[in-house]
């Protein structure tokens, strides 16, 4: 029954109604956003998916990146990011005219939540095998950090993926026509890992690598000066100098300023790996003073 007392709704109360209701499922959405997407937007903040260079592809995030090595006969994946972003990763893939269950091999940078977080779910979706040095293997298996990871105490927990193949220094991966040489490049992890493979477009092959993180970055009280880690980045900056490399992509896109080349039609750069060694190295030496000046 109508109460004839009440005052009719009207079109501004409903609007104030709306405007309340949308507001309060707003803050609610965000309050379930995990810490590190709300620290770092751009890690699930999107990114249309594009081609880098004739057969190799960007399918991920704007600030993780994700990428697709096409061929007839299946299809490469390196680094799936974050949990939360398989479904974006996949989508991406199809949007391009491609089959996620053609992906064949997913390779990984370095063992981190999130570069390994999404390999799990596009791994049960694609049936793919996934591969990684011994070390990463571990960790992503578990999923979870072990203590000699400079992040731990700071790197969370990822699904874990099951029966990881695990590879060694040098070792040429191979699905159909596709061959991607991984190169160990630990510091920022212990089985940290890049990757090299050719591309060609209009008859001109290019080289490309895909180089992992090699910043110098820890929880604190972890010293890489009393952990072996310089040993290890010294390591990894030969193996990037000594690369063939006309086209660098880096698992952060913004640590190579990989859009802004994109976008500026600089990509093609033989120099571009000796360039990202030599920042790294002026950031590791910066962090040895400050270790040193600690004791």
């Known amino acids: 029954m109508i109460n004839q007392h009440e005052p009719p709704l009207n079109a ?18 965000a309050q379930s956003r995990p810490q590190y997407l709300i620290n770092n937007p751009d890690w699930g903040a999107p990114r249309k998916p594009f081609r880098i260079y004739g057969n190799t592809y960007y399918v991920g995030t704007q600030g993780l990146a994700s990428i697709l090595i096409a061929s007839p006969n299946g299809h490469v994946l390196i680094d799936a990011t974050l949990a ?8 991406h893939i ?76 040098g070792e040429v991966l191979r699905v159909g026509s596709l061959s991607l040489t991984a190169l160990f490049t630990p510091g920022h992890t212990p089985g940290g890992t890049s ?14 690598v895909y180089a992992d993180s ?19 980045f010294q390591r990894a900056f030969s193996a990037l100098e000594r690369a063939r490399c006309d ?3 880096t698992p952060h ?18 120099d571009a790996c000796r360039q990202y060694v030599a920042s790294n190295r002026e950031a590791l030496a910066k962090r040895i003073n400050t270790e040193t000046e600690k004791r």
């Open 195 to 208: 990757w090299t493979w050719r591309s060609c477009e209009k008859g001109r092959c290019l080289d490309v």
């Open 247 to 249: 086209i660098l992509i």
């Open 214 to 232: 090699q910043t110098p970055i820890s929880a604190d009280g972890f010293l890489f000066t009393k952990r072996g880690g310089i040993e290890q």
């Open 94 to 169: 199809r949007e391009l005219g491609f089959r996620v269950e053609d992906v064949k091999l997913i390779l990984n940078s370095h063992a981190h939540y999130d570069h390994v977080g999404g390999t799990a779910a596009i791994q049960r979706v694609s049936g793919a095998t996934v591969a990684a040095s011994p070390w990463s293997a571990r960790v992503i298996e578990n999923g979870t950090p072990t203590r000699d990871d400079p992040q731990f105490g700071l790197a969370q927990d990822f699904p874990p993926t099951t029966k990881v193949r695990v590879i060694h220094d």
């Open 12 to 29: 501004m109360t409903v609007t104030r109604f709306l405007a309340m209701i949308f507001s309060i499922c707003m803050t609610a959405a």
């Open 84 to 91: 939360e972003n398989a479904p974006v990763i996949m989508a």
């Open 253 to 270: 896109p913004g640590q190579s300023s990989f859009f802004e080349r994109v976008e500026s039609h600089t990509l093609v750069n033989p």
